[in-house]
């Protein structure tokens, strides 16, 4: 091949001359920064910094984070290979919604689209993010919110973005805010970005939250319109997360929710300028210091602990919650002594026995997984910790190094406020883990609901019942039969077998009394193409209802976006409220998306219950897995007859529910995350 062929083959893949000039010059001579390739091609400086940009935005180059920042090729196979990849999803994309689009397209000449209609679209490639992150910086009326990573900042500031947002927010009332965490290492990079933008007059604010909490999630608000909700893998947390996957929504009352969860952040977090100082300096304000000296630091917090008369407040990880508990006798002591001692940590399945024994001697309850370690000893002293101290006087120095310190009575009472608003909405780690919700969900008797007359009518009779934990299997053969799908065509489901393929979810929920709503448990799919139905994201909604046999979980709506699927699932819930209560939306109003070991799941439209009883309003559930990934396979007879087979490679989870009023999060006993599920339904004549 050519040269000439080789950039006519670059030129069809979107490159202007000028782009196909530079990219050659740069995959000739490795990595350069913008004057040595305008020095090489001898064009103006400006001009060559411009093209590079759209060469990293179309995926031709990577910028590095350095300063000055330089531009490494992408090797061009790898464009290649991408390149192909993007008009295959394309095409396939648009051929699985072939119907769709035809209906959609036909529909135009019946009525008047309501282009307002709240949906949810996925977003896949850098390049279509960054376009529509670019649309939404040039539609912004009032302001913009972010809540991103320093090395995602840089990105967007490499891609050109920032510079669209500075001609835009300068000068005006546009405002945009966002929130970062901040590292040493990061300090020098975000100081350059925010001089660049000082000296354009933008109307750029920054903060870091307190407590150390973790950006999360990243997300990017307009207007409180629409939200662009970023999903990352954790797979490899030695790479740097890529801003590559995302969903977009304007489903105002997620759009809401978000907008509430970034005002929290927003409200205790330090201006980004201090932080630099702090960081910088080491010296917060004359009461207030980093004890490098991991000796001396651990020395002072353990004389602190024993001063303790009043309360002692613990926020921990998990590993560090069960370091705790090992030093049980010491807090019981103190709690005999009149120290009130709480403790919040991320209640995990490793960690839940050790967390109901601490109850014993002080309050335990859960919080989320974003939070650096922090004590508060009798409202007076605080300490905070990059990493959990050890509790035990063979390793008694460990994770103390760089501790911070601070007596300054303004700021310990301010962190012990927020803590004390943590606390309040925090469970209580129970017994009651998904197994047992997934036990107390499938019973073995018949039952009725007796206490509301109306329920009663709905719930005439509902029974499950466990065959067992089904038969061995392993991630290497759920894994094999996933790859090598066999698909079941269903054409009467009271007939056919059903299969499908996919991921899920099962969260617990407790939902606060304002939302008049009983606990929830909701199972969500998404089912792929191999699937009997196709394509499909499905939820189901299970409510926690007082029955002859006790409280238990009741199936009371399945949602779904395919209506070839209405029939089956009426069919295999029948006898239970969900079988009356089958309800098809549109692909764009629910959308079920795993990256990595993280899952979203969000629906754009209120859900009845119960002969809307009950209304679930639009939310979005967002899950993290942790710990090693089981296996196991299990089979269900349901009220109808119909038997369900599930065999899945899974992790537990954390549970984070949000809508426009409210927020929960719930331990990691009460999540689960199938990566692989497979699902098969028998009829009740083939069982």
Same mark, same amino acid.
């Given at each position: 091949?050519?040269?000439?062929? !080789? ?12 782009? @196909? ?9 490795? @990595? ?6 305008? $020095?090489?091609?001898? +064009? ?7 093209? %590079? ?27 290649? /290979? ?25 529909? #135009? ?17 850098? $390049?279509?993010?960054? *376009? ?15 809540? !991103? ?6 990105r967007t500031d490499q891609s050109g973005l920032l ?15 966002? %929130? ?24 750029? &604010? ?6 150390? =909490? ?90 602190? #602990? ?18 705790? *508990? ?13 120290? *009130? ?11 839940? /026995?050790?967390? %109901? ?40 120095? !460990? ?13 310990? /009472? ?40 109306? @329920? ?38 009271? /007939? ?23 606990? =929830?448990?909701?199972?969500?799919? $998404? ?41 089956g699932f009426e069919a295999v819930f029948s006898g ?38 009950? @209304? ?12 090693? #990934? +089981? ?14 087979? &599930? ?5 537990e989870a954390f549970v984070t529910f949000s809508n ?25 004549? +083939?069982?």
């Open positions: 091949m050519t040269e000439e062929t !080789l950039k006519k083959v670059l030129r069809d893949f979107g490159l202007t001359d000028s782009e @196909v000039e530079v990219y050659m010059v740069v995959s000739k001579r490795g @990595v350069l920064s913008g004057p040595d390739v305008a $020095h090489l091609i001898r +064009k103006d400086k400006a001009q060559v910094f411009r093209t %590079l940009r759209n060469l990293q935005t179309k995926g031709f180059v990577e910028a590095t984070l350095e300063v000055p920042m330089r531009f490494a090729p992408v090797a061009f196979e790898k464009v290649l /290979e991408l390149t192909i990849k993007e008009k295959k999803d394309e095409a396939a994309r648009i051929e699985a919604t072939k119907e769709q689009l035809i209906d959609y397209w036909q529909d #135009l000449n019946r009525k008047n689209i309501d282009v307002s209609l709240e949906k949810f679209v996925v977003i896949e490639g850098k $390049h279509k993010i960054y *376009s529509k992150l670019e649309q939404m910086l040039k539609e912004t009326k009032s302001h913009l919110l972010a809540i !991103l990573t320093v090395p995602s900042l840089l510079d669209v947002a500075s001609k835009r927010f300068s000068k005006s009332k546009l405002q945009l805010r966002f %929130l970062t965490s901040l590292s040493e290492q990061e300090v020098k990079p975000m100081k350059a970005l925010m001089k660049r933008r000082t000296k354009q007059k933008a109307n750029f &604010t920054g903060r870091v939250p307190d407590l150390g =909490l973790r950006p999360f999630p990243r997300l990017i608000i307009r207007d409180e319109e629409e939200l662009l909700f970023f999903l990352k893998s954790k797979t490899d947390v030695s790479t740097l997360e890529q801003d590559d996957f995302c969903l977009w929504t304007n489903s105002k009352e997620i759009v809401k929710a978000f907008t509430a969860v970034f005002e929290n952040y927003w409200q205790n977090a330090t201006e980004i300028a201090k932080k630099i100082d702090e960081i910088e300096t080491g010296i917060l304000s004359p009461e207030t210091c980093v004890i490098k000296d991991a000796e001396e630091a651990a020395e002072k917090y353990e004389a602190a #602990l024993d001063s303790a008369r009043q309360e002692i407040i613990l926020l921990t990880s998990s590993e560090g919650l069960t370091k705790l *508990s090992k030093n049980q006798a010491s807090l019981k002591e103190k709690a005999e002594k009149g120290v *009130s001692i709480r403790v919040l940590a991320p209640i995990i399945g490793e960690n839940l /026995e050790q967390a %109901l024994a601490m109850l014993k001697c002080c309050e335990v309850r859960h919080i989320s997984s974003s939070y650096i370690s922090t004590t508060i000893v009798d409202g007076q002293r605080l300490f905070q910790f990059k990493n959990t101290p050890a509790s035990n006087k063979a390793n008694a120095n !460990l994770g103390f190094e760089n501790t911070f310190y601070t007596n300054d009575l303004e700021y310990v /009472e301010k962190t012990r406020t927020m803590l004390n608003d943590i606390w309040k909405d925090a469970p209580v780690p129970s017994l009651r883990t998904i197994e047992y919700f997934e036990k107390m969900a499938a019973i073995p008797e018949s039952l009725s609901v007796s206490t509301d007359d109306d @329920v009663s009518k709905v719930m005439r009779k509902v029974s499950a019942y466990v065959i067992g934990e089904g038969y061995p299997v392993t991630e290497k053969s759920i894994l094999d039969k996933t790859i090598n799908a066999k698909k079941y065509v269903v054409r009467n489901p009271y /007939e056919d077998i059903t299969r499908l393929y996919g991921h899920s979810a099962q969260a617990v929920i407790h939902p606060p009394s304002f939302l008049n709503l009983p606990d =929830l448990m909701i199972h969500t799919f $998404h089912n792929d193409k191999q699937s009997s139905y196709g394509n499909e994201d499905t939820m189901i909604v299970y409510l926690w209802l007082n029955t002859p046999r006790g409280f238990l979980y009741v199936p009371t709506a399945v949602v779904g976006d395919v209506k070839e699927g209405q029939a239970t409220p969900a079988g009356q209560n089958v309800i098809i939306v549109r692909k764009d109003e629910i959308q079920v998306q795993m990256h990595g070991n993280t899952l979203f799941a969000g629906w754009t439209v209120p859900i009845p219950l119960l002969s809307s009883k009950y @209304v679930l309003p639009p939310s979005a559930i967002f899950l993290e897995a942790y710990g090693n #990934l +089981k296996t196991k396979s299990f089979s269900v007879v349901l009220p109808s007859g119909f038997k369900i087979t &599930t065999e899945q490679n899974y992790l426009s009023a409210s927020k929960y999060s719930g331990p990691g006993t009460e999540g689960v995350l199938s990566r692989e599920m497979i699902m098969t339904t028998f009829p009740p004549e +083939k069982r």
